[in-house]
């Protein structure tokens, strides 16, 4: 089963009378348990690409299917609850909620979104926790630890719900050399254990460097599709 | 919820200064309304028991339009022997009378055998006058503290207008019903003093002396006081005695009583009225304070916490437990600033209780201010306060909840 199907992707924003074509009919599929990355330069689509994958936007035309379900279907709170379930999300800020604890910021989803019983998500945390390495730091707030270390976190938090698809925009924009190979190996590794899909938008050659398919879009248009060199380790 | 309380918590203690100012703010609103609640009631309460005890009762009993025309205290509106003794048997079986005072009014002319001048006469008899008002006899600036057959109470006013004085002999004389006058020789037994100032005219004899000027062959009341038990019980008593009483009709069919509450018999009642407008707009001005306070720092929440909000939202957050998050955040803040402000309120009532501030009412001076609370007092206002702070915050809460997580996320 294709776990992301994109045909004819559109995507026009208005910006008063000017309207930005910011995706122009952009059609690709992608297999479950893969790791992608859209490469481009800054305005390429890569960001809009990833939030209409991620449900946070809606296609002006075209249709996307992710886990066979139409997004543009999906109301607010059916795509909340679509999002709550099936996606995990890594930021380039790492965006951590800053009030609560590494602990608490890898439970929130399964606490609020998912309302998974406590015991299990005790389970569910420390698993994840111990996997980035960040068992050690569960007391600290976001504010006690370094960029490296919230990327972690933020990798944990997007996979303790068991999603079928994470979303990475720019996850290493933010780090030096050591901490974004460190981070990227971190995803790798979850990607083989937990047999999630990773799709990136970077344009980190880091990464490029690590992924299985690389597409590459300019002006908003797919222009190529290569294999990268992390298909090797599939 | 619970966890939702916990984020919402932590969120607040998040920025401490603002949080602090916030609360503060309500909680000094709180302290002031509950403050004056308390400091108005008491002195509502006082002058309410200095009227009520020293004059009219809790409640009185007439013949039906004998209020009306009360200023000229008509004879023939008084109530007959019979219907008296119907009144009496009836105010005898209700638990929570304590006391009643039959009572002959009348206007008269009061003479020093030098001057005359008008007197309103109360004939009462003493034991049931003081059960029923039990600071009548504080009232009495000289003589001696009793109402004794053949001694009249003169008032301050006549006391000092005709210069008598305690031990003088003077005259009553006054117009029965069927317009045949009499008049009666008394002693001055006292000056009594008026409750509200020096303008009163009121006298008071034995009921029996006035049976006497006014050749009464059986005894006719112009009113009965009555005092409660329990003064919180007025309108409960006062309806349940009024439904007895209409019960007695005279020949026409039409009610022969009349119950009425010290309310609607003393023009006191209007400024115990303005008070409780008072105690209305000073909570008016508490709930602009708690809008206005938290709406602020709600909005400022929001707009800080935009790209967190988006966060929240992409991760799978529904819409309703945005809205849910920072309802908790504003309805927080309110029960912070109630508690605080009605702890702060306890204290100082405590103090003033504790310092004992006194004050002068009409004739009545060293009066000592008691402020209290009810515990309906503190519930109504905590009520409003956090019901309020929940008001205040539902519009940037809702502006939070409903935000595209596509935008709040690229908010910078």
Redesign the interface.
Known sequence: MILVNAKSLTKVYSLGEIKVEALKSVSFEIEPSSFISFIGPSGSGKTTLLNLIGCLDKPTSGTLEVSGRNTADLTREEAAAFRGKNLGFIFQDFNLIPVLTVYENVEYPLLIVQNVPGEERKERVHTLLSTVGMIDQKNKYPDQISGGQKQRVAVARALVTNPRLVLADEPTANLDSKTAFMVIDIMRQMKEEFDVTFIFSTHDPKIVSEVETVYTLHDGVLTDRKEGKGGRHV | MF??TK?AV??L??YKRRTFLTSSLIAIGVMFVLVFIAASGSFKYIMIGQITDSMLGHLQVHKRGYVASIDSLPLTLNLSAKAEEKLENTLENIPEIEAFSPRIKFGGMFSNFVETTNIRVNGVYPEKEISTVPLFLSRIKQGEKAIKEGEILIPELLANGLKTKVGDTVVVIATNRDGSVNGKQFVIGGIIESVTGPGGRDGYMHINDSMEILRMEEIEISEVAIRLKDFDKLDAVSNRLDGLMSKERNTEGKPIFDVQTWEKLSPFYNVARMIDVMTFFIKLMLIAIVLVSIMNVMIMAVFERI??I????????????ILSLFLIEGFSLGVIGAVAGNTLALVIIFLINLVKITFNFGRQSGLVLSPSLNISDILWISVIVIFVSVAAALHPASKASRM???DA?RHV
């Open positions: 966890k939702l984020i932590r969120n203690s998040r790209r967190e988006g966060t929240i939202s992409a991760i799978g957050t529904l819409p309703k437990k595209e997580p596509v996320l």
